[in-house]
T-cell receptor, first 116, second 112 residues
Framework: GAVVSQHPSRVICKSGTSVKIECRSLDFQATTMFWYRQFPKQSLMLMATSNEGSKATYEQGVEKDKFLINHASLTLSTLTVTSAHPEDSSFYIC????????????FGPGTRLTVL | DAKTTQPNSMESNEEEPVHLPCNHS???????IHWYRQLPSQGPEYVIHGLTSNVNNRMASLAIAEDRKSSTLILHRATLRDAAVYYC?????????????FGKGTLLTVNP
């Protein structure tokens, strides 16, 4: 199956700083990538959908100015959490369905963000 | 996305079959039934999906009711590595984006 990687796997930062999370498709071209957030003991919540070369589409209630998404190439999407606060501490996961038309989504291993 | 209902938790013994149920009474004709699982502190992993007919792959089998209002994921011989949260999700084809909406899933515990 297709492989999606994320970097870093975990990050600890101070309140007020910005953190960038990278999501890469290693063996396929990802036209579309999805970003999820998961709080402890809760399910995944879709934050936004990004398409290569265009602006991301954010889900209701997700602040686009706080969670900046860039999908500049077919193998890389980044999520930047700006001015992070402790309530942003969460498990962030990206996924892609590869080239359009496939039925399966491939998920990255996730990034654990802790904001002190 | 249409809603699915799953038990919060289930328990199984190692090397025994496990049947994980999912109800989706409002499923539409274009909805595929997908199953993903998530091991602790990992991203979800695709398990299987189907439309109308039962499906088998190396990981599991998917049994779909004739009226498609329910389905069952079958793990033929549970192992300790199968302990995870299993999500049953309906997803339609078509459109430029394919979004998965995760419910709470079923936490499967496998006893040695």
């Amino acid at each position: 199956g297709a492989v999606v990687s994320q970097h870093p796997s975990r990050v600890i930062c101070k309140s007020g700083t910005s953190v960038k999370i990278e999501c890469r498709s290693l063996d396929f071209q990802a036209t579309t990538m999805f970003w999820y957030r998961q709080f402890p003991k809760q399910s995944l919540m879709l934050m936004a959908t990004s398409n290569e070369g265009s602006k991301a589409t954010y889900e209701q209630g997700v602040e686009k100015d706080k969670f900046l998404i860039n999908h500049a190439s077919l193998t890389l999407s980044t999520l930047t959490v700006t001015s992070a606060h402790p309530e942003d501490s969460s498990f962030y996961i990206c996924s892609s369905d590869g080239t359009s038309g496939t039925d399966t989504q491939y998920f990255g291993p996730g990034t654990r963000l802790t904001v002190l | 996305d249409a809603k699915t209902t799953q038990p919060n938790s289930m328990e199984s013994n190692e090397e025994e079959p496990v049947h994980l149920p999912c109800n989706h009474s409002t499923i539409s004709g274009t909805d595929y039934i997908h199953w993903y699982r998530q091991l602790p502190s990992q991203g979800p992993e695709y398990v299987i999906h189907g439309l109308t007919s039962n499906v088998n792959n190396r990981m599991a089998s998917l049994a779909i009711a004739e009226d498609r209002k329910s389905s069952t994921l079958i793990l033929h011989r549970a192992t300790l590595r199968d302990a995870a949260v299993y999500y049953c999700i309906l997803k339609s084809r078509g459109g430029s984006n394919y979004k998965l909406t995760f419910g709470k899933g079923t936490l499967l515990t496998v006893n040695p």
